[in-house]
């Protein structure tokens, strides 16, 4: 927690110019799912200044994916995928809308401690890692 809020007051100073109006803190996949959220929260916002907003797995894909289809050239539809450290979102739009969107429960940081606990990256891990990927993707 203390690299956050380390990390959290070197932000906080760049966002002193910032109208108050634009801006937005939120928290993805590691807040929602840790136990100790409201710990973290509680001196993250004082850090801060601001509220930080803990997003539903949905909210967080259709963000993603609004800010890739404003910064990036093309058209029509599109797939965006976007691995975090506790989840992974799938996002098909078409302009600047989202159309279909999911968030999985599907890291890196979940799976190295899932699948590479012993941090050996030997056929057996490799392996059951993509057992695992398989079956969590097997839905859609």
Same mark, same amino acid.
Not at 46 to 50: A, E, H, N, R, S
Not at 60 to 63: D, V
């Given at each position: 927690m203390q690299r956050g809020w380390d990390c959290l007051s070197l932000f906080a100073e760049r966002l002193q110019d910032i109208p108050k109006e634009n801006i937005r803190i939120v928290g993805t996949a590691t807040l929602r799912t840790a136990t100790n959220v409201d710990v973290f929260l509680t001196k993250a916002n %004082?850090?801060? @200044?601001?509220p930080i907003q803990v997003i539903s797995g949905e909210e /967080? !894909?259709?963000?993603i994916y609004k800010g890739v289809a404003h910064t990036s050239g093309g058209t029509g539809r599109r797939l965006?995928?976007?691995i @975090? @450290?506790?989840s992974? /979102?799938?996002i098909i739009g078409e302009g600047f809308e989202p159309k279909a969107l999911t968030s999985l429960k599907m890291g890196c940081v979940t799976w190295l401690e899932r =699948? =590479?606990?012993?941090?050996?990256?030997n056929k057996a891990n490799f392996e059951r890692a993509i057992e695992g990927a398989k079956q969590t993707? !097997? %839905?859609f």
């Open positions: %004082q850090i801060l @200044g601001y /967080e !894909a259709a963000t965006v995928v976007d @975090g @450290g506790a992974t /979102e799938l =699948f =590479f606990k012993d941090r050996q990256l993707l !097997a %839905q």
